[in-house]
């Protein structure tokens, strides 16, 4: 039986895409080889290996109070008519970049889906805010959202998720909600190629230099913006895999097999089913959402 981790899952149509990407991005520089402050600029402005997507004039920005020292901005989009449910979405970006605006044409998309209203925000990004201020801030997001959403929204149900940090920082945020009494408020969680562990686990120790969007130095660059004490790096406020996952809602994981934090999603996924809280996870051969992300950006 085939598994999509055999080497003869891949479609013809993914595996010459995946080749043509790794071309051209190996005569590009890696994200940990440009000072930040120009990938930025980059992203915002449609240039480099992320093609531009602007800003939903239909998305509204709505500032709510904080004392984690963030900016309490919060990015709305909804749907006609009273949303089926709220989505607090948490963008990626190796806690160092992005915006959530940058995935406004994604959120847009999940709205007409699904009927949610979402809710993605604005967190500090490392090197200039370390860890934990992004994760201060999303908690303060989540709790707000739980606090204040059948008001705002008219509904009760609310799910959340992000892709690679941003799906750290959903665990996390998850966390900080069990350790508020607030964890029942979540009825799912969507948890998109995350990274659980930031010791590193094997998939990511292992994949070397090869650039697939990841690579080793570039994951190992951005851990270290975080700077993360030594003795910290396990506490599951930065590695959520090290976490008390009993009474977690409903998870589905997704991760493509050629991706380094293949192994991040696996332990959690394992780890979220072990404590007794439901899972499913989605494997995509030699692919998966992040490169099919790409694909779906770049009209390939």
Known sequence: ????????????????????LEA????????????????????????GIFPFNPPDPDAEEIEIPTDTGGSGILRLMRPTGTPTGVFLHIHGGGWTLGRPWHQDFRMRKFVEAT???????????????????????????????IDNMAEVFG??????????????LAAT???AMKDRGKLVAFDGALMIYGAYDLSGTPSVRNWGPRKLVLSTPTINWFTANLD?????????????????LAGMPPALF???????????????????????????????????????????????
Request: charged share 25%; net charge negative.
């Open 155 to 168: 509904t009760t149900k609310l799910a959340i998720g992000g892709e690679s940090a941003g799906a750290n």
């Open 24 to 47: 051209t991005l190996a005569e590009l520089p890696a994200a940990h080889e440009v000072p930040v402050e120009v990938s930025r600029k980059a992203r915002d402005e449609g240039k």
């Open 173 to 175: 945020t998850l966390l």
């Open 228 to 244: 993360i004490p030594h003795n910290k790096q396990r506490d599951p406020m930065a590695s959520p895999l090290y976490g008390d």
């Open 254 to 300: 997704q991760c493509g097999t050629y991706d380094p934090l293949m192994d991040d999603t696996a332990f959690m996924a394992s780890r979220w089913q072990a404590a007794g809280s439901a899972q499913d996870t989605i494997w995509y051969p030699r692919g998966g959402p992040r490169l099919r992300l790409f694909q779906h950006l770049s009209g390939r």
């Open 115 to 145: 009927g949610c209203a979402t809710v993605s925000v604005e967190y500090r990004l490392a090197p200039e805010n370390p860890w934990p201020a992004g994760a201060k801030d999303c908690a303060n997001a989540a709790e707000w959202v």
């Open 1 to 20: 039986m085939t598994t999509p981790f055999d080497d003869d899952a891949i479609s013809p149509k993914v595996a010459k895409f995946v080749a043509e």
